[in-house]
């Protein structure tokens, strides 16, 4: 073996080192707080110890079993159901605008509909926190489903818009040549395919407002009682090992939903010609 | 089918249509009549108008004056489902979530044709296609031949009064284009359906079209049979985008006669040539040929040039030769196709003498007293 091949070898091999070196310690700090999570979940310890003395479904059983806990979730759905329906018709309507009429100042309109993103959460709570004192609507249920709208607005604005420019204008012009009314065309071909589009920005909106555990420390003022909010309150009291059980039983939906949305838009892609 | 051409008037009527976009004007009153069965272009560069009156007859575009008859009736005030028209477009625009059959459907689905009648007209339809075994796959599963006859279906099945048809070819690239343009001829032959078909390519216009409408700014140009057009193009604009003709500056001695014939002069050559009437006696004019009609020796009355050669390239078949003539502006160049024989061995910045036989010369005059020739 010449010095030169010889030299390459090494270098291969330290580099093949370094990758698996590199990808080992990556999975282990994702998935390493993950596996001590789900450990902990099935501890039937009343507090929280490492490793748990005793195993068992201690946890799953507080959650399930308490009123106080399943209405924080039950907040949680319809908060995130009703401005996720809300924010994918509007994102929608404004997708066809952006992407179908020669509306003036268009990208401005969709730097708006996506600033919710960007703006820094903190910053964006503390804004509308200061806005909802002055129309006196904190802790309002109104106003927080408004504010999950406006903070999933992205979204729908972001997905829906680009599957609506990918799909020819000229589908709806023939459907109208063929005799199809301009509504018919609308829904039933424009709509029909930007389903799976919209069905993916709808499974991440929901999620993020799910999820969301900022602004609802602003704006829901102690009385709109989220599970992020829940959860919140509770560490501040000290830790209750229940969190663990519910943690597992989020990043099993999630998971679930995610798979969903991703599978969605997928879809989506396959239906351009 | 559509194409019933022992019915009397025609499929297609268009009266003073005008469009204004504002203080421009995209179409300037234009009349347009299409006869039952008829293949009709319009050609032209983009920004001449074609696809405005195309999407104006289909009902997209609302025309700021001017009356529209569909196989006679008055269709000016109907949207467009109510037109009865058929339409195809750049790229087909198949419903992507419907089967081919499906997309035929459509149509007939939208006009509340009885289940069975559907059924039956949808295979037929694809019979006449040739896709009877392929009535179930999805657009995407389909070659850009077969999407394009089943777009072709989907716009013929119920029968409209004008197939409309927007480009359909012009994302293709040139072999597949050509091969598509006589699927589409096939078509045509078979069923006779009326068509107007929008294109800036002019070989495509050429082999498809019966007849053929040039645009330009709006306005009609010219209008003739393809053969017509191309061997007598009654204008310096069509000689140039649509024949390909050398256009030589000339002046009219005397303006054709009834036989179409005239007298014209150029560098002090005085010649009999067929040309389009009008012009007057010391008039401009233009004299045009093809570059296939060049000769290096002259036979009988011909027009001489004199010039120097600036490029020649061997096409194979011919060599395509660029001269500039002596006495004229000094940018024009002319080209000449001439075979291998007599052309290898022409030089680069040689003098030479090119010669056109009378009987290829074309003469359009200009300015006043020229016709715009629009008949």
């Given at each position: 073996?010449?010095?030169?091949?010889?030299?390459?070898?090494?270098?291969?091999?330290?580099?093949?080192?370094?990758?698996?070196?590199?990808?080992?310690?990556?999975?282990?700090?994702?998935?390493?707080?993950?596996?001590?999570?789900?450990?902990?979940?099935?501890?039937?310890?009343?507090?929280?110890?490492?490793?748990?003395?005793?195993?068992?479904?201690?946890?799953?059983?507080?959650?399930?079993?308490?009123?106080?806990?399943?209405?924080?979730?039950?907040?949680?759905?319809?908060?995130?159901?009703?401005?996720?329906?809300?924010?994918?018709?509007?994102?929608?309507?404004?997708?066809?605008?952006?992407?179908?009429?020669?509306?003036?100042?268009?990208?401005?309109?969709?730097?708006?509909?996506?600033?919710?993103?960007?703006?820094?959460?903190?910053?964006?709570?503390?804004?509308?926190?200061?806005?909802?004192?002055?129309?006196?609507?904190?802790?309002?249920?109104?106003?927080?489903?408004?504010?999950?709208?406006?903070?999933?607005?992205?979204?729908?604005?972001?997905?829906?818009?680009?599957?609506?420019?990918?799909?020819?204008?000229?589908?709806?012009?023939?459907?109208?040549?063929?005799?199809?009314?301009?509504?018919?065309?609308?829904?039933?071909?424009?709509?029909?395919?930007?389903?799976?589009?919209?069905?993916?920005?709808?499974?991440?909106?929901?999620?993020?407002?799910?999820?969301?555990?900022?602004?609802?420390?602003?704006?829901?003022?102690?009385?709109?009682?989220?599970?992020?909010?829940?959860?919140?309150?509770?560490?501040?009291?000290?830790?209750?090992?229940?969190?663990?059980?519910?943690?597992?039983?989020?990043?099993?939906?999630?998971?679930?939903?995610?798979?969903?949305?991703?599978?969605?838009?997928?879809?989506?892609?396959?239906?351009?010609p | 089918?559509?194409?019933?051409?022992?019915?009397?008037?025609?499929?297609?009527?268009?009266?003073?249509?005008?469009?204004?976009?504002?203080?421009?004007?995209?179409?300037?009153?234009?009349?347009?009549?299409?006869?039952?069965?008829?293949?009709?272009?319009?050609?032209?560069?983009?920004?001449?108008?074609?696809?405005?009156?195309?999407?104006?007859?289909?009902?997209?575009?609302?025309?700021?004056?001017?009356?529209?008859?569909?196989?006679?009736?008055?269709?000016?005030?109907?949207?467009?489902?109510?037109?009865?028209?058929?339409?195809?477009?750049q790229n087909y625009?198949?419903?992507?979530?419907?089967?081919?059959?499906?997309?035929?459907?459509?149509?007939?689905?939208?006009?509340?044709?009885?289940?069975?009648?559907?059924?039956?007209?949808?295979?037929?339809?694809?019979?006449?296609?040739?896709?009877?075994?392929?009535?179930?796959?999805?657009?995407?599963?389909?070659s850009g031949g077969q999407q394009q006859?089943?777009?072709?279906?989907?716009?013929?099945?119920?029968?409209?009064?004008?197939?409309?048809?927007?480009e359909p070819l012009g994302a293709l690239d040139r072999d597949l284009r050509m091969r598509m343009a006589e699927e589409i001829?096939?078509?045509?032959?078979?069923?006779?359906?009326?068509?107007?078909?929008?294109t800036h390519d002019r070989d495509e216009a050429?082999s498809l079209?019966?007849?053929?409408?040039?645009?330009?700014?709006?306005?009609?140009?010219?209008?003739?049979?393809?053969?017509?057009?191309?061997?007598?193009?009654?204008?310096?604009?069509?000689?140039?985008?649509?024949?390909?003709?050398?256009?030589?500056?000339?002046?009219?001695?005397?303006?054709?006669?009834?036989?179409?014939?005239?007298?014209?002069?150029?560098?002090?050559?005085?010649?009999?040539?067929?040309?389009?009437?009008?012009?007057?006696?010391?008039?401009?004019?233009?004299?045009?040929?093809?570059?296939?009609?060049?000769?290096?020796?002259?036979?009988?009355?011909?027009?001489?040039?004199?010039?120097?050669?600036?490029?020649?390239?061997?096409?194979?078949?011919?060599?395509?030769?660029?001269?500039?003539?002596?006495?004229?502006?000094?940018?024009?160049?002319?080209?000449?196709?001439?075979?291998?024989?007599?052309?290898?061995?022409?030089?680069?910045?040689?003098?030479?003498?090119?010669?056109?036989?009378?009987?290829?010369?074309?003469?359009?005059?200009?300015?006043?007293?020229?016709?715009?020739?629009?008949?």
């Amino acid at each position: 073996m010449s010095v030169r091949t010889e030299i390459a070898y090494r270098a291969r091999i330290a580099a093949r080192t370094l990758r698996i070196g590199a990808g080992v310690s990556i999975a282990l700090l994702m998935l390493l707080p993950v596996a001590i999570v789900v450990v902990l979940s099935f501890s039937a310890d009343p507090y929280l110890v490492f490793p748990p003395a005793e195993w068992g479904l201690r946890q799953y059983e507080a959650f399930l079993g308490s009123d106080e806990w399943l209405s924080a979730v039950g907040v949680s759905v319809t908060v995130a159901l009703l401005s996720t329906v809300l924010s994918t018709v509007i994102g929608t309507l404004a997708a066809y605008a952006i992407a179908r009429t020669d509306l003036p100042l268009k990208s401005a309109l969709t730097s708006l509909g996506v600033a919710p993103l960007v703006l820094p959460g903190v910053a964006y709570a503390m804004a509308l926190y200061v806005l909802y004192l002055r129309l006196d609507v904190v802790g309002s249920f109104t106003g927080v489903v408004l504010a999950y709208t406006a903070l999933t607005l992205p979204f729908p604005m972001l997905i829906v818009t680009g599957a609506l420019t990918r799909l020819p204008a000229d589908l709806e012009v023939v459907s109208m040549s063929l005799g199809a009314s301009r509504i018919r065309a609308m829904v039933g071909i424009t709509l029909r395919l930007l389903a799976p589009a919209i069905g993916a920005s709808m499974v991440f909106g929901f999620i993020y407002s799910f999820d969301e555990a900022t602004l609802i420390n602003f704006l829901g003022s102690g009385q709109i009682i989220t599970l992020p909010k829940a959860i919140f309150d509770s560490v501040l009291t000290g830790i209750d090992p229940l969190i663990m059980a519910i943690a597992v039983i989020l990043m099993c939906l999630t998971g679930l939903v995610m798979t969903v949305g991703v599978r969605l838009r997928q879809l989506d892609q396959g239906n351009t010609p | 089918m559509t194409g019933d051409t022992s019915r009397g008037g025609s499929a297609l009527e268009i009266r003073g249509l005008r469009k204004e976009y504002g203080h421009s004007i995209a179409i300037h009153d234009l009349d347009l009549v299409v006869p039952h069965g008829e293949f009709l272009t319009l050609l032209g560069p983009s920004g001449s108008g074609k696809s405005t009156v195309l999407r104006t007859v289909a009902g997209f575009i609302e025309p700021t004056r001017g009356s529209l008859l569909l196989d006679g009736i008055d269709a000016s005030r109907l949207s467009p489902r109510n037109r009865n028209i058929g339409m195809v477009v750049q790229n087909y625009a198949l419903f992507p979530h419907l089967t081919a059959a499906e997309n035929i459907d459509y149509g007939l689905k939208m006009r509340g044709v009885a289940l069975a009648d559907r059924r039956a007209r949808v295979a037929e339809m694809l019979d006449l296609v040739g896709l009877a075994d392929l009535g179930k796959r999805k657009p995407r599963q389909l070659s850009g031949g077969q999407q394009q006859r089943v777009a072709l279906a989907r716009a013929l099945a119920y029968q409209p009064a004008v197939l409309l048809m927007d480009e359909p070819l012009g994302a293709l690239d040139r072999d597949l284009r050509m091969r598509m343009a006589e699927e589409i001829r096939e078509l045509h032959t078979k069923i006779r359906s009326t068509v107007l078909y929008v294109t800036h390519d002019r070989d495509e216009a050429m082999s498809l079209s019966d007849r053929i409408v040039i645009m330009r700014d709006g306005r009609i140009e010219a209008d003739g049979r393809p053969r017509d057009l191309y061997r007598q193009p009654p204008t310096r604009f069509t000689a140039r985008f649509f024949s390909s003709h050398n256009v030589v500056p000339a002046t009219v001695r005397e303006p054709a006669d009834d036989g179409g014939r005239g007298r014209a002069e150029y560098l002090g050559q005085s010649l009999r040539v067929a040309g389009e009437p009008g012009g007057t006696p010391g008039s401009n004019a233009g004299l045009t040929f093809l570059p296939s009609a060049v000769r290096l020796t002259a036979t009988g009355d011909a027009l001489a040039i004199k010039g120097t050669v600036s490029a020649s390239v061997f096409m194979g078949e011919f060599v395509r030769v660029k001269f500039r003539p002596r006495g004229v502006a000094e940018s024009m160049e002319l080209e000449a196709q001439l075979s291998i024989d007599h052309a290898e061995d022409l030089l680069r910045s040689e003098e030479c003498e090119f010669f056109v036989p009378v009987d290829d010369l074309w003469l359009i005059p200009e300015g006043p007293g020229a016709t715009a020739s629009q008949s």
